[in-house]
């Protein structure tokens, strides 16, 4: 078994096609029941966010994973495959994990160093276990990446990323607008980049601040933290009507602000300019509103510069520093647990010889004592633990680098054991993990 990623992201895809293949949590649980349905993949994740959609899985044959893999995506998003394949990556085996561990650490995000991602990861994996989708291999590869996630967070500064991206945002709305001192700002959404602008505002002393999302109660909550009020969806057009700064971050599929909705507001104030800070991704603002008079509109394509920050750069080598670790100390592991049931056969296959010749010791010397019997048991035992300790020690150790299954292979050839002894110890060990 080995793990494959087959997905498209912000790398790899335009914003119009993320855009497209953006699923709704419905189509991500029809996307893993249609997955792990598939002949070759016993165990699948998705992982859908505002800039991604990636199937992990546990496959039998690469090639026919990536098949499977990739027509799932392909009929639940309803992207034809001649659009969708210069998109598609695909990584395989140490690659996908040095891929998966990347994406908790937030290296891989559109927002270097965003911790939503680990929220999310978080839900993708609940979400693949209440389906019955995730087992005991790729299971335990995603808690170990969210370790990973976790430790980039509280040993390095990354997160100072997206701080920067909302303080560099926010400069140009001053810039735009004269300043933000007492201006009416209106915040779309209620994550955490969400309250991270909302939180930068305040410092900035704007004066009223509105919070809309979809559920009141978190535009409540996050009205309150910021000493502001909380709007229906449904208001959105009124509130607008008297805002200076919309800055919106939602992580909803598909715009939430159109062009009509804007052009509207603005009737209601024909002279007073509006700066738009459009910090999702998938756009929550429709790039239209760029065209009507008095507004101003920045994007995260406006933003890709702040990346390129010299404290920023330091940081995210750190992190990667770490994910390396990580990525190393897994692999390793990985490995060596891979060979374990094949040194747990060797000594069970060693015990079998050793008890065949006591047995036939004791019809050639039916004289011996029982004492005499057990010692010699004993002895033989240990010139054999001694004798295959030297040999499974270092095979254990060879088995940690790279390629190292085949020793495995070579010491099942060597000592001529039987492969379907070494599946019955694995699933044996597959048995007593599940018990536990």
């Not at 895809?13 to 029941?33: C, F, H, M, N, Q």
């Not at 639940?76 to 994406?103: C, P, S």
């Not at 602008?197 to 910021?226: C, I, P």
Request: charged residues 25%; proline residues 2%.
């Amino acid at each position: 078994m080995s793990v494959l990623v087959v997905g498209l992201s912000h790398r790899s895809a335009s914003v119009d096609l993320l855009e497209r293949t953006a699923l709704t949590e419905d189509g991500v649980t029809k996307l893993i029941a249609e997955t792990i349905a598939g002949e070759h993949v016993d165990e699948a994740l998705v992982l859908a966010t505002c800039n991604r959609v990636e199937v992990y899985a546990e496959v039998r044959k690469f090639h026919g994973g990536v098949q499977e893999l990739t027509e799932r995506i392909i009929e639940r998003t309803g992207v034809a495959l001649e659009e969708l394949t210069e998109h598609l990556y695909v990584h395989y085996e140490d690659r996908a994990v040095q891929h998966l561990f990347a994406v908790a650490g937030g290296l891989d995000s559109m927002v270097v160093g965003e911790q939503q991602i680990l929220g999310q990861l978080r839900t993708a994996l609940q979400v693949a276990r209440e389906e019955g989708a995730v087992g005991r291999s790729l299971g335990a590869l995603v808690d170990r990446a969210l370790h990973a996630g976790k430790r980039v967070h509280s040993e390095t500064g990354i997160d100072r990323a997206g701080r920067s991206l909302v303080s560099v945002g926010l400069d140009l709305a001053a810039e735009a607008l004269g300043g933000l001192s007492g201006r009416s700002v209106l915040v779309m959404g209620a994550g955490s980049m969400s309250a991270l602008a909302g939180a930068t505002l305040r410092r900035r002393e704007v004066g009223d601040l509105t919070v809309v999302n979809r559920t009141a109660a978190r535009a409540e909550r996050l009205a309150g933290t910021l000493g502001g009020r909380a709007a229906a969806v449904a208001d959105l057009r009124d509130e607008l009507a008297v805002a200076d700064v919309l800055v919106s971050c939602t992580g909803a599929v598909g715009t939430v602000v159109s062009a009509e909705t804007v052009a509207a507001a603005l009737a209601d104030r024909p002279d007073r300019p509006l700066f738009v800070l459009d910090l999702a991704l998938p756009r929550d603002v429709e790039p239209a509103v760029r065209t009507l008079p008095g507004v101003t509109l920045v994007d995260l394509d406006s933003l890709r510069s702040v990346l390129e920050d010299a404290e920023v750069a330091r940081d995210v080598e750190a992190a990667r520093r770490i994910v390396t670790d990580e990525v190393a100390t897994f692999l390793t592991r990985q490995r060596s647990e891979r060979v374990a049931p094949t040194v747990a056969a060797l000594r069970a296959r060693a015990q079998e010889v050793v008890d065949a010749e006591m047995a036939r010791l004791g019809t050639r010397l039916p004289e011996l004592d029982d004492r005499a019997a057990r010692e010699v048991a004993a002895t033989v035992a240990r010139v054999v633990d001694k004798l295959l300790h030297a040999p499974t020690v270092r095979v254990k150790e060879l088995a940690g680098s790279p390629g190292g299954d085949s020793y495995a292979d070579l010491l099942r050839e060597l000592f001529a054991l039987d492969p379907a002894a070494t599946e019955a110890v694995a699933r044996a060990d597959v048995v007593v993990e599940d018990d536990k």
